[in-house]
């Protein structure tokens, strides 16, 4: 009884058992709310933070490889090709680039072009045909789409082979019908092939166009049979590409010019080019300028060493 006793005493004395209040839970619930939404803050900044990287470095990528690819093609410019005032290596026209040199190839020799049958100088006809090409080798290293050189007295043209015919001690070259291809005179226009055996000759170059095509960079480096350029696709998303040529006296335009009177705007007067493109993100994200298309700008400015060295050894 006693013991009964002391144990009731001892419930009494601890009073009853309590809850949370309302006020409490409330508390609780008002806390654990505002740290939700911190962390919730915190993880949707640190999503557009990553989604805004992944869509700037998309772009970054497209334009550091086509920054080295520019580098690399243009290093290459005027190869044993030397620029006159109204032929070069390195042409332009808006969005499109053209770059030429001779392949770096032992077997891409020069081929001399036999003279007329008759002793006098005709204007814009090959010599076996109006648009054919008698060399003097049995087997040329030429194949139909091949970019050659066509020299003669001093003059240059630039043609593409349709088609080639050997025979035992010559063969016969028919060129794609063009008065100008890459922005430069083509075939024989306006061209008289020397009658000396040796004065006349072709010889295979190697092409490099860049130009813009359904919102995509394309870059060539052959022909086809009918003229075109034989590209592929090296960058998406292009908004713009231009391209601008810069002179010795430091003007910078869109198209060298040698028929006009100004004569520091010619081939040979030519240092450089200046590239600018426009690039837009693969997609918008509404975490990213609020959902705005991201766009960047990209400019480079190259000087090709030949351009120089050419002419620095004509001064």
């Known amino acids: 009884m006693t013991q009964h006793r002391r144990t009731a005493g001892r419930r009494r004395a601890a009073g009853p058992r309590r809850g949370f209040t309302l006020i409490e839970l409330l508390m609780a619930m008002v806390m654990g709310l505002v740290v939700l939404a911190s962390a919730l803050s915190i993880a949707e900044g640190m999503y557009a933070s990553v989604a805004g990287m992944r869509l700037r470095d998309g772009v ?12 690399r093609d243009l290093s290459e410019t005027g190869v044993d090709l030397e620029s006159m005032v109204a032929f070069g ?3 332009a026209r808006g969005d499109t680039l053209t770059i030429l040199s001779v392949p770096q190839d ?6 001399f072009v036999a003279p007329h049958a008759t002793s006098a100088l005709v204007t814009g006809q090959g010599t076996c045909g109006a648009r054919c090409l008698n060399l003097r080798a049995s087997a040329p290293q030429l194949v139909p789409g091949d970019l050659g050189l066509l020299s003669s007295l001093g003059a240059n043209r630039v043609f593409v082979v349709a088609s080639l015919v050997n025979r035992a001690d010559s063969s016969a070259v028919t060129l794609v019908a063009a008065d100008s291809l890459l922005f430069r005179p083509a ?18 170059l190697r092409p490099v166009v860049y130009w813009v095509q359904n919102r995509q960079l394309m870059r060539a480096e052959r022909m086809t049979v009918s003229g075109a350029y034989d590209g592929v696709a090296i960058a998406e998303n292009v908004r713009a590409f231009q ?11 869109p198209a060298a010019d040698p028929t006009d009177a100004d004569v520091t705007n010619d081939y040979d007067d030519l240092v450089g080019v200046r590239v600018v493109i426009e690039l837009d993100a693969e997609r918008t994200d509404r975490s990213v300028r609020g959902g705005e298309l991201l766009t960047r700008r990209y400019e480079w400015h ?3 060493r030949n351009l120089v060295y050419e002419r620095n050894r004509r001064l």
């Open 60 to 71: 970054g990528r497209q334009a550091r490889f086509i920054g080295m690819s520019l580098q």
């Open 89 to 91: 290596s390195l042409a």
């Open 106 to 111: 032992p077997a891409a020799p020069e081929y």
């Open 187 to 204: 075939n024989m226009r306006d061209l008289k092939l020397d009658r000396s055996p040796t004065a006349a000759y072709v010889q295979r």
């Open 243 to 253: 391209v601008r040529l810069v002179f010795t006296d430091g003007d910078v335009l």
């Open 302 to 304: 190259f000087t090709p």
